[in-house]
């Protein structure tokens, strides 16, 4: 079996008519943590969705090992079976389920088996009290009428909750005030200190704070052109993605 838990080779896929993953080579240990960058539009949201098997896409050619497993033969529901999850650039509005009543499904549908509402409730409220998080909150419906910084936060309290063994995080930083980037940071380093492995779409520096990076890929329109280690960030930051194409 492959040392990587999820291992992306020569990965070509897109939509009906067109090709946006153009060849994407990835490798990432369980436990560790990966940065994914590159320009608006190079295909890291789409590579996000491939891996999850949304169906809007399609996989033309290449390979995707996650735990042993052959993706590209899983359902969606199968994905999040094995482990998989992803926090959306923009996380769907859901009116009448609410934040507590949809994870408690979404943990039933994972374990197979109905977990006890007291054990359920337990584990809620520490997760609140860990992200600083009202109550009240998880009462409501998911996702319907929360500001930006507080479907983020959601996505995080999903993540804690689920306990995914690999989660894609897509610019789950973006928009933030400082008081919301404090409580995603925490959540993931949680996450991580527990032995999550992580694939992190960003293009701030802010979130990767205090986090151990363990390499950065960076895509551009739809390959990936460089790696590195955590320091690949602050190189991009300050000299922008013009001439990593050619290299
Ligand atoms: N569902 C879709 N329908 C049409 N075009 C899409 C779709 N998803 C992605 N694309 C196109 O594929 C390219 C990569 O998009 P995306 O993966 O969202 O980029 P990134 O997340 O890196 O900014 C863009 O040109 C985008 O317009
Ligand atoms: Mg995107």
């Known amino acids: 079996m492959s040392e990587y838990i999820l291992d992306i080779k020569d990965l070509h896929a ?3 008519g067109e090709e946006i993953l153009k060849g994407v080579d990835l ?5 560790e943590t990966h940065v994914l960058m590159g320009p608006n539009g190079a295909g890291k949201s789409t590579l996000g969705n491939v891996i999850m098997g949304n169906p809007v896409y399609k996989v033309n050619s290449g390979s995707m090992i996650f735990d042993g497993k052959d993706l590209t033969e899983m359902s969606v529901d199968e994905r999040a ?3 998989l ?6 996380p769907l509005e859901v009116p009448g389920l609410t934040m507590d009543n949809f994870i408690r ?12 509402i007291f054990q359920f409730k337990k584990k809620l409220e520490e997760t609140c009290s860990l992200l600083d998080m009202d109550e009240a909150y998880v009462q409501r419906d998911l996702n319907v009428g929360f500001s930006g910084g507080e479907k983020k ?3 995080i309290f999903q993540l804690l909750m689920l306990e995914p063994k690999f989660a894609i995080l897509d610019e789950t930083d973006s928009g933030l005030d400082v008081d919301a980037v404090r409580i995603v940071s925490k959540g993931v380093d949680i996450f991580r200190k527990n032995g999550g492995t992580l694939l992190i779409i960003t293009h701030s520096t802010r979130i990767l704070e205090g986090l151990n990076v363990d390499a950065t890929h960076v895509i551009v329109d739809g390959k990936v052109v460089k790696e590195g280690g955590a320091e ?5 930051n300050a000299g922008g993605f013009e001439g990593l194409k050619n290299e």
Not at 27 to 31: E, F, P, S, V
Not at 105 to 115: D, F, M, Q, V, Y
């Open 27 to 31: 490798r990432i240990a369980a436990g």
């Open 105 to 116: 499904s979404a943990l039933r549908e994972r374990t197979g088996k109905a977990i006890k």
């Open 81 to 83: 079976k094995a482990g």
């Open 153 to 155: 936060k959601a996505e």
């Open 232 to 236: 690949l960030v602050e190189t991009i």
């Open 14 to 16: 897109g939509i009906e």
């Open 85 to 90: 999850f992803m926090s959306f650039q923009n």
